[in-house]
Structure formats: structure tokens, C-alpha cells
């Protein structure tokens, strides 16, 4: 029953969290478990960690001194700790970019009943001389929808913090905890914190900037024609560099032309970056266009070696980086040489010859 009594009120929260320490962490999972699937099915892009903890007990009742207890007792009002504490329960989740933080709160809104919401950011912007971590905090419980599931009834009281915090943001929320002595601080050691809070700010949207430009050097590309027509006379009118080298092979107009030939092979990003690399390390300027011309005039014949090969050694691949190597050595044997093994192209040589054999 609450009282006005501390202590005995601080002996009945560690009973009522000692009692309960394995229901908090059957609701941890399963808000884990639920915020999970939801981030899932919405799409809000990226997120790189989902995770939770339980809220120390002494660290409780010491929130509870700090931020309600002189207020509840000025007041004489009856107080029982546990009904204070909002954050006992907490997830983490953090995404990729900062503009990802708003997206993802709209879902946890759709999906759960608010009780209170902390905007870490205006905080501490609001506040010149103020440092400290960014990000969203907001106490949810249950919605009546969710409540009314029987998989939900346990947790039923069991409010929690969810804060959500970019990467960036979460990398500085680690360092910043380590300053120790924050309003003890002298002026000119906060101005120095305050820079390094102000990189990490910039990092932070320069990483966003940097996607959104990637994703639209991607969408350029896929609205491109897929082969430019070669240009003979540019060469020889000698255009400036820049114009040429906007048309040379890149991770984004490569996708598209082998996305073309390969509909239904799926390339990762990292290896798409290495593999035009190794193109561009045997021939700085090739063109997005001759890569095109490289597979439709040699790819037919690179298939059928494909067949011919995986017939002999069912054990082994034949990817379509493979494909696309041979066509290369097909297109220009003096610059693509050796972008495919001294045993490969001895054992490619056999096979044509053979081939020209059995066609004369």
C-alpha cells in the first residue's frame, strides 16, 4: 500500500522487483520480438540493432530520489516507487540514418499507446552550452488492440522506454557517458566536447547525403539507355575528359547492364564494387557502353562454354562474374588478358578450338 515512508517504500520495490525479475525479461523478449516483426513488415530501411535491457533496481530507486520523491512529499502525496519508474523495461534501436528515427517512431506509434515522449535532439539544441547524446525517447505500453490478445495479457502493466537513436548517434551516446563530472566541467573543455558533439552531427547527415546521392546515381542509372552507341568521333574531336569519363564503367551503370543479361542472378553491392574495380585496374577508361557491346556479342558463345564446362565438372560454378570475365577476354584479349587465370584461358583456348573443329 503506498505511503510516505522511503525506506519502507524502497524495501517493497526491491521485493517487487526481486519477485518479478524473470517476468521483466519475458517482456523484454517479447516487446523485442514484436518491435522486430513490425520494423520488418513496414520497411523503414535499415536498422542495425534491436536490443534490451532490465533497469538495475538500485538504479530505480535512485531515479526515483532524483526526479519524485521531494515533489511527492511536498505534496504529501501516498507514493508506491514502481509506479515511477516508466523505463524498467528498455529497448534500443538503432538505425542507419538519422532520418530513419521519425519512420520508425510512426510505426511504434501505430502499434502501441504513448505515455510520454522525450526529444533528446531539441533538448540539447535548445541549450547553448549543454552537450550530450541525441536520439527519441518515448514510453509505450500496450495498445488496446495488443491488449487484448491472449499472447499479450502477461505484460499487460509492463510499460517501457524504447529510445531510437542513428548509428552516429549511438556512437557518441557511449563516448558521452564515459565524460564523467558534466556540470563540473570548465567552459573551455565543454566548447571542445561541444565541437566534437557538432562532428558527429555532421558525420551523421554527411552519411545521409551520401546515401541519398547514391540512390539517386542508381536511379540514374537505371533510366539510362542500357548501351550507349560507341562514339568514335568524340575520340577523335577529343572531347573534355569529364564528358568521357561520366560514360566510364561504375558500380551503378554496371548493375544495369548485367542486371540486362543476368535477370535473374541477384548482385551483392560489395562484390559488384570489387569486381568493377578489377575491370578498371586492366582498363582505366572502359566505357559503360563497350561492356555493353562486350556481352551482347560474346555472351552467346560464352553460355554454351558454360554448358560445356558444368557438364564436365558438375561439382563446380559457373557464376555470372565468370560469364562476364570470359566476355571480357573475348572483347580485348591485349587489356583483358588477365582478368581471367592462366589455366582458365588455356582450357577456354581448348574448347574454341575444339568447337571451330566440330563446326568446320
Not at 520480438?33 to 542495425?48: A, M, P, Q
Not at 531539441?122 to 491472449?150: I, N, Q, R, W
Request: glycine residues 4%.
Amino acid at each position: 500500500m503506498a505511503s510516505l515512508d522511503y525506506e519502507q517504500e524502497k524495501s517493497v520495490f526491491r521485493k517487487f522487483y526481486e519477485s518479478n525479475r524473470h517476468h521483466f525479461a519475458d517482456a523484454k523478449n517479447a516487446y523485442i520480438r514484436t518491435i522486430s516483426s513490425l520494423i520488418k513488415r513496414c520497411d523503414v530501411g535499415e536498422v542495425t540493432k534491436i536490443e534490451g535491457r532490465i533497469k538495475d533496481q538500485e538504479e530505480c530507486i535512485r531515479k526515483f530520489h532524483r526526479k519524485y520523491q521531494s515533489r511527492l512529499e511536498a505534496d504529501e502525496q501516498p507514493y508506491e516507487i514502481k509506479d515511477f519508474i516508466s523505463d524498467l523495461i528498455g529497448i534500443r534501436i538503432v538505425c542507419l540514418y538519422e532520418d530513419q528515427i521519425s519512420v520508425v517512431s510512426e510505426v511504434l506509434q501505430r502499434h502501441f499507446r504513448i505515455l510520454d515522449v522525450t526529444d533528446k535532439t531539441s533538448a540539447v539544441e535548445s541549450t547553448e552550452d549543454s552537450f550530450g547524446y541525441k536520439g527519441l525517447h518515448m514510453d509505450l505500453t500496450l495498445s488496446d488492440e495488443m491488449a487484448s490478445l491472449p499472447k499479450y495479457l502477461p505484460y499487460l502493466d509492463r510499460p517501457f522506454e524504447v529510445q531510437i537513436r542513428s548509428l552516429i548517434q549511438d556512437a557518441w551516446s557511449v563516448l558521452d557517458h564515459k565524460i564523467k563530472y558534466k556540470k563540473s566541467i570548465p567552459g573551455d573543455l565543454k566548447r571542445r566536447i561541444n565541437v566534437l558533439s557538432a562532428l558527429f552531427e555532421l558525420a551523421d547527415r554527411e552519411f545521409q547525403e551520401i546515401r541519398n546521392a547514391t540512390t539517386e546515381l542508381m536511379q540514374q542509372a537505371t533510366v539510362a539507355p542500357i548501351g550507349d552507341p560507341l562514339d568514335d568521333a568524340r575520340e577523335t574531336a577529343g572531347l573534355a575528359t569529364a564528358a568521357a569519363s561520366a560514360k566510364t564503367v561504375n558500380a551503378f551503370n554496371f548493375l544495369r547492364v548485367a542486371g540486362h543479361f543476368f535477370r535473374d542472378f541477384e548482385f551483392e553491392d560489395y562484390k559488384v564494387d570489387d569486381f568493377v574495380q578489377d575491370i578498371l585496374k586492366l582498363d582505366s577508361g572502359f566505357q559503360k557502353s563497350a561492356l555493353h557491346k562486350c556481352l551482347n556479342e560474346n555472351l552467346k558463345i560464352i553460355r554454351d562454354y558454360r554448358d560445356h564446362f558444368m557438364a564436365e565438372n558438375p561439382d563446380k560454378t559457373f557464376s555470372p562474374y565468370t560469364s562476364i570475365r570470359h566476355c571480357l577476354y573475348l572483347y580485348d584479349q591485349e587489356a583483358f588478358g588477365r582478368i581471367i587465370s592462366k589455366g582458365t584461358r588455356e582450357r577456354f583456348a581448348c574448347w574454341q578450338k575444339v568447337s571451330r573443329g566440330n563446326s568446320a
